[in-house]
């Protein structure tokens, strides 16, 4: 019999006060969901550490050159990384970048504590197997799940939106190893996906992709582009947290 390992619910918010959304002033958003230890939300700010990384194209066509201006928001499941992501989120916000990631946390379409299964052993690739779905060798944990669906409803949609060029924008990364599609249909079912611009991700088939193109077909105003993408470039790349004094 496996043993589970419960994790505490994690807090939601930047601040104590429940009625402010972290997301208020914030034109562009950038949702990343499987984040591991950061590094394609670190490829939107610091592109220049990452030469040729596929995702890049994706985040100038979405949000243009002014990136750093760009909230983004992480989910990641595994608590393996939660002192690295911690670390990492520190840095973001000394560099002024607006960046929350939620520790230990993981996606789905339900709110309630859920069995997580991470990779002992599999350290050198940051564990980048853990998943919501069982599998050979992986070691079931407990932990806290969002309904994707409800969160975006109350943060991203609800924002208070600043003025400015262009109309705001919101682009979405999934990698949760097989929970993706689960993920996209319930965005789907509830209205919310044509909310989104652009979703990339790698654990979503030909058929799946084609399904969602038929039922764009006949929609006038959905426009989401849904793009497969597997970028796995630097992976296991952990450059140091530098700053310079403008940033202290």
């Known amino acids: 019999m496996q043993t589970r390992i419960h994790v505490k619910q994690p807090n939601f918010q930047f601040s104590d006060d429940s009625q402010q959304n972290l997301l208020d002033g914030c034109r562009d958003v950038y949702i990343d969901i499987g984040t591991n230890i950061g590094i394609q939300i670190r490829k939107l700010y610091e592109p220049n550490l990452y030469p040729n990384a596929p995702v890049l194209p994706l985040f100038k066509m979405v949000f243009g050159h002014n990136l750093t201006k760009v909230c983004s928001i992480g989910f990641e499941a595994n608590p393996l990384h939660d002192n ?3 670390e990492f989120e520190n840095y973001c916000l ?3 970048w607006r960046v929350k990631i939620f520790k230990s946390t993981a996606v789905s ?3 309630k504590n859920l069995s997580f299964y991470t990779e002992p052993g599999n ?3 940051n564990q980048w197997g853990a998943s919501l779905l ?9 932990v806290p799940s969002i309904d994707i669906v409800s969160w975006i409803k109350r943060t991203v949609l609800n924002r208070k939106i600043p003025p400015g060029f262009g109309p705001p ?9 097989g929970h993706d599609p689960t993920v996209i249909a319930h965005l789907v079912l509830s209205g919310i996906y044509c909310s989104i611009n652009l979703i990339y991700g790698e654990h979503f088939n030909d058929a799946f992709q084609k399904t969602i193109s038929v039922l764009q ?9 849904l793009v497969y993408l597997d970028d796995e470039s630097y992976f296991n790349q952990r450059f140091p947290f530098i700053l ?3 940033a202290n």
């Open 84 to 86: 690295y992501l911690k």
């Open 94 to 96: 000394k560099k002024h």
């Open 109 to 111: 379409i339900i709110e």
């Open 123 to 125: 350290e050198v690739n």
């Open 134 to 142: 069982a599998g050979n060798g992986r070691k079931p944990i407990i």
């Open 169 to 177: 924008r919101i682009l979405m990364k999934t990698d949760i190893e």
């Open 217 to 225: 077909q006949y929609s006038n105003s959905c426009k989401t582009k």
């Open 244 to 246: 310079d004094n403008s």
